[in-house]
């Protein structure tokens, strides 16, 4: 494995510094899309252990909506 | 004006519509893989709203993936201008969207995305705009 990752290096280096731009965002980004996917299997999987996975839209935009006064009650009493 | 350039609010429905994978919003879902393109605050009350939906372990996995944009991606803990809540309040908005329309106002941000059609349409003259999500991406992507 560590083989392969020095060879990966020496390749990356072997790029001009645009071209390693590049690819380091693109790095970034893949690794940010992998790490969303996983937040989101997360929190569909304790969804569904709630039963709350089928929400329609609609039930869950009256949530939020209800979530949003109660939070806004709290935070601005007076 | 475009959200290519400039700072938006996503509301916290496209935040949850897309971390559900909500079938009938997929542009939530599209504009949250869009992140590295985007400009966004995230007010309180946003900050807020998401922690009511998120267990701590999901907030604290979603602020570790945002912080990987920290210059795209800004977080506001501080209150809403009570003065600015209540002048909203007394345009007709109820005190949450108040609150919301407050933040925009004080952050000076333009544009807010959000699926609720509704979303302070009784307010004439609003300092910002609202987009829906497929909106929003069909703006980026133009």
């Given at each position: 494995m560590l083989a392969q990752i020095d060879e990966l290096a020496e390749r990356i280096?072997?790029?001009?510094?645009?071209?390693?731009?590049?690819?380091l965002n693109r790095v970034a980004e893949l690794n940010f899309q992998r790490g969303l996917k996983a937040?989101?299997?997360?929190?569909?999987?304790?969804?569904?252990q709630e039963g709350k996975l089928d929400q329609k839209a609609d039930e869950v935009l009256a949530e939020l909506r209800r979530i949003r006064e109660d939070i806004a009650a709290s935070d601005y009493q007076n | 004006m475009t959200i290519r350039t400039e700072w938006v609010v996503l509301d916290t429905n496209v935040w949850i519509f897309g971390l559900r994978r909500q079938p009938e919003y997929p542009a939530c879902v599209k504009l949250l893989s869009s992140l590295n393109r985007l400009w966004v605050k995230v007010p309180r009350q946003i900050l807020r709203e998401l922690q009511a939906n998120l267990s701590d372990e999901e907030m604290h996995e979603l602020f570790r993936l945002l912080s990987r944009y920290s210059e795209r991606v800004d977080t506001q803990w501080d209150k809403a201008d009570p003065l600015l809540v209540k002048k909203y309040q007394r345009l007709g908005c109820r005190p949450g969207d108040a609150v919301i329309a407050a933040h925009l106002e004080a952050l000076e941000v333009k544009t807010i995305v959000s699926e609720n059609r509704h979303f302070l349409s009784e307010v004439q003259e609003l300092p910002f705009r609202v987009l829906s999500s497929s909106e929003a991406l069909s703006e980026l992507m133009s």
């Amino acid at each position: 494995m560590l083989a392969q990752i020095d060879e990966l290096a020496e390749r990356i280096v072997s790029l001009d510094s645009s071209e390693q731009e590049i690819l380091l965002n693109r790095v970034a980004e893949l690794n940010f899309q992998r790490g969303l996917k996983a937040l989101s299997d997360k929190y569909r999987a304790r969804l569904a252990q709630e039963g709350k996975l089928d929400q329609k839209a609609d039930e869950v935009l009256a949530e939020l909506r209800r979530i949003r006064e109660d939070i806004a009650a709290s935070d601005y009493q007076n | 004006m475009t959200i290519r350039t400039e700072w938006v609010v996503l509301d916290t429905n496209v935040w949850i519509f897309g971390l559900r994978r909500q079938p009938e919003y997929p542009a939530c879902v599209k504009l949250l893989s869009s992140l590295n393109r985007l400009w966004v605050k995230v007010p309180r009350q946003i900050l807020r709203e998401l922690q009511a939906n998120l267990s701590d372990e999901e907030m604290h996995e979603l602020f570790r993936l945002l912080s990987r944009y920290s210059e795209r991606v800004d977080t506001q803990w501080d209150k809403a201008d009570p003065l600015l809540v209540k002048k909203y309040q007394r345009l007709g908005c109820r005190p949450g969207d108040a609150v919301i329309a407050a933040h925009l106002e004080a952050l000076e941000v333009k544009t807010i995305v959000s699926e609720n059609r509704h979303f302070l349409s009784e307010v004439q003259e609003l300092p910002f705009r609202v987009l829906s999500s497929s909106e929003a991406l069909s703006e980026l992507m133009s």
